[in-house]
Nanobody, 127 residues
Framework: EVHLVESGGGLVQAGGSLRLSCVVSGFAFADYGIGWFRQAPGKEREGVSCISKPDGTTYVIDSVKGRFTISRDNAWNTVYLQMNNLKPEDTAVYYC????????????????????WGQGTQVTVSS
């Protein structure tokens, strides 16, 4: 059984930093993308960043470029999202998911029945 477990969310002031972790277990695929998504109240879920296994190619959306960095441990057991210079508009529930792909400038989550999502971790940025 595949499990994705997010952690690291919390409450921070604008300009602060958080590092989210996504622990991946039971994933039997050798090559796939792992991504971070977020959903704020009243807004649709959006892909934020992703990293490709095994080549390590990364992608971040324009709104977080220069502030968010995706990375992973050497064994690909955990994928991280380092979030710096957080803004109130970053407030959302953040989810990790796999597999993901990038089409144009859009990060796409797994199709129904073809991938997995974590439970989410809340990030709240106060002004």
């Amino acid at each position: 059984e595949v499990h994705l477990v997010e952690s690291g969310g919390g409450l921070v002031q604008a300009g602060g930093s958080l590092r989210l972790s996504c622990v991946v277990s039971g994933f039997a695929f050798a090559d796939y993308g792992i991504g971070w998504f977020r959903q704020a109240p009243g807004k649709e879920r959006e892909g934020v960043s992703c990293i490709s296994k095994p080549d390590g190619t990364t992608y971040v959306i324009d709104s977080v470029k220069g502030r968010f960095t995706i990375s992973r441990d050497n064994a690909w057991n955990t994928v991280y999202l380092q979030m710096n210079n957080l803004k109130p508009e970053d407030t959302a529930v953040y989810y990790c998911a796999a597999p993901v792909t990038v089409v144009g400038d859009t990060i796409l989550g797994p199709s129904d029945g073809l991938g997995f999502w974590g439970q989410g971790t809340q990030v709240t940025v106060s002004s």
